[in-house]
């Protein structure tokens, strides 16, 4: 997929003179109400023979974006599922103090007009830009004939009970463990790349090894317990139970822990990257009296995890 596409600096690369349909946000997760964007700009794109391209932030450990500090998805992360969409160019910029001082006008003009050569800018309703978010879709539309652009606005995706999908929602339901809800809105399972690391290989010795993860980005954390999993090594997707927790059966503290044990898996994976997709709560993180009955209970997690495979997933 990857050789499909163009990555563009806007901070470094001469202007592009491609002419774009450009979306605009943030994208936190690529859920179902960006996804709904993303369609309507490869839609455009193929009506006016234009390139469907995404303005993108490059990830900016010292600066963040509404005050968050873990998110739903990472620069890489994005760039997969939006080329998976059908976005051919990613534009990315710095979200700097330069960049967050500029104007709504000079936003418009530097970036929009100069940099990107957009044609066509799609947004959502309550899209903000320019300094302090002085800049609105009647902003766009203001200057649209002096910079030779069109603006598009989409509306909300839904949820359930007629709130409008969001990134922050989304977090707040990964942070809660509700899992199921979280993948509903988001189209796919919640994602976490790493590495894998050594730990105490405790799991070993309770016949059940683990891969632990190290996140090789401030991903937002699922609440502490045991989750059904498909991990991917290698290229090939395996089930299995991820506990995230700080092990309180047998240690004191806070240290969270990201331990996946793979069903029927026995390979060496030291020090290789892996993702984790999250399927399914399967329960709180305990702490028991004793290793007996810790093997008790992750029998029957591996037990509820089959029987949820069998019954939902294939």
Do not use: W
Request: hydrophobic letters at 35%.
């Amino acid at each position: 997929m990857k050789d499909q596409i163009r990555i563009y600096d806007l901070n470094s690369d001469l202007p592009d003179l491609e002419k774009k349909v450009v979306t605009l946000g943030y994208f936190d997760g690529v859920h179902l109400g960006h996804q709904k964007l993303m369609k309507r700009n490869v839609d455009l794109s193929k009506k006016y023979g234009l390139t469907p391209s995404i303005l993108l932030f490059k990830e900016n450990t010292s600066t963040t974006v509404k005050d968050e500090k873990r998110y739903l998805s990472s620069l890489e992360d994005k760039v997969e599922i939006l080329s998976q969409l059908g976005i051919k160019t990613f534009c990315l910029v710095n979200f700097d103090e330069n960049f967050m001082k500029l104007s709504p006008k000079d936003f418009i003009k530097t970036i929009i007009a100069e940099k990107l050569n957009a044609k066509i800018i799609i947004v959502g309703d309550d899209y903000r830009f320019g300094y302090k978010a002085s800049g609105n879709v009647d902003t766009l539309r203001e200057y649209e004939d002096i910079f030779a652009y069109k603006t598009d606005v989409v509306d909300f995706e839904m949820e359930d009970d007629h709130e409008k999908i969001s990134s922050g929602h989304i977090r707040d339901m990964v942070r809660d463990g509700e899992i199921a809800r979280a993948n509903k809105y988001l189209g796919r399972p919640y994602k976490m790349r790493g590495k894998v690391i050594h730990g105490k290989q405790r799991g070993r010795l309770l016949n059940f090894p683990t891969a632990n993860l190290e996140p090789s980005f401030p991903y937002v954390m699922p609440r502490d317990g045991v989750y059904l999993t498909i991990t991917n090594v290698r290229g090939e997707n395996h089930y299995g139970l991820t506990n995230i927790g700080s092990n309180p059966t047998f240690e004191e503290g806070d240290d969270k822990k990201i331990e996946t044990f793979i069903f029927d898996f026995n390979q060496s994976i030291y020090d290789e990257n892996i993702s984790v997709e999250y399927i399914e709560f399967l329960r709180p993180d305990y702490k028991f009296n004793s290793a007996e009955e810790l093997i008790a209970q992750m029998d029957k997690d591996k037990e509820n995890g089959l029987k949820y495979i069998e019954n939902n997933l294939k």
